[in-house]
């Protein structure tokens, strides 16, 4: 059975919603000072996570794919406990799922066998329907719908939000399961995380590194 955290979850302050907040109700240093109460088995498991699937710009929208499937493998080798290895690989289909969206958005094909651009479960299924409009995924994951129309509108910010608001549902179900074990608390750290992404965000300065990342992906090599 997994250890109980009523300590640590009870000396965490209420996260409001990422756009009702005006500020973090924790500094970085005192939720790094919290979560020295778990055990060390489970600070390791959420440090890995953390450094993968923290809430990261450059990883919604490009950037460094090949460096996401090997540390996604690399995470995928080492103990997890299962709700965490879930959100894990939750949030690694939301990432190739936005990558297979912004290859089609630049007219390219779907990736062949052997090309390293996606990671997770739903690579095959992406690249075999290609030529429906949301992958035949809609079932799973009803939002790729909006986050293709947003691609195509060039509003980087709104589908940030978009995005957010879905992963932070997700962590909301993570926490309620099970209000004081190891859910809760991974799952109180990554909302912690997309509130400081929002709260740092600006919409100029994420339409700018949206259109220069379209331009990108725009230029991409089969190799």
């Known amino acids: 059975m997994s250890a109980m955290y009523y300590d640590l979850i009870a000396s965490l302050p209420h996260l409001p919603h990422f756009e009702q907040a005006e500020w973090l109700p924790i500094t970085p240093l005192r939720l790094n000072r919290r979560l020295q109460r778990l055990r060390p088995a489970h600070a390791g498991q959420l440090a890995r996570a953390r450094s993968l699937v923290m809430w990261r710009r450059e990883h919604l929208m490009s950037g460094s794919d090949a460096d996401l499937i090997n540390g996604y493998a690399a995470l995928m080798d080492t103990p ?14 939301q990432q190739t799922i936005l990558a297979a969206l912004r290859w089609r958005q630049a007219g390219l094909p779907a990736p062949e066998e052997g090309v390293r651009w996606g990671a997770g479960a739903r690579v095959h299924q992406i690249r075999t329907h290609w030529d429906d409009p949301d992958f035949r995924l809609a079932y799973v994951y009803p939002w790729i719908a ?19 608001d879905v992963t932070w549902a ?18 109180y750290v990554f909302k912690w995380d997309i509130l400081r992404a929002w709260l740092a965000a600006d919409a100029e300065q994420a339409t700018v590194r949206f259109r220069e990342l379209i331009d990108k992906v725009t230029h991409v090599e089969h190799s």
């Open 80 to 93: 997890l406990e299962q709700p965490l290895r879930d959100y894990v690989m939750f949030r690694m289909d």
């Open 146 to 164: 909006s986050a293709r129309n947003l691609l195509v509108n060039g509003d980087a910010i709104v589908l940030e939000r978009l995005l957010m």
């Open 170 to 187: 997700r962590l909301d179900r993570h926490a309620d399961r099970h209000m004081f074990r190891f859910e809760a608390g991974f799952a």
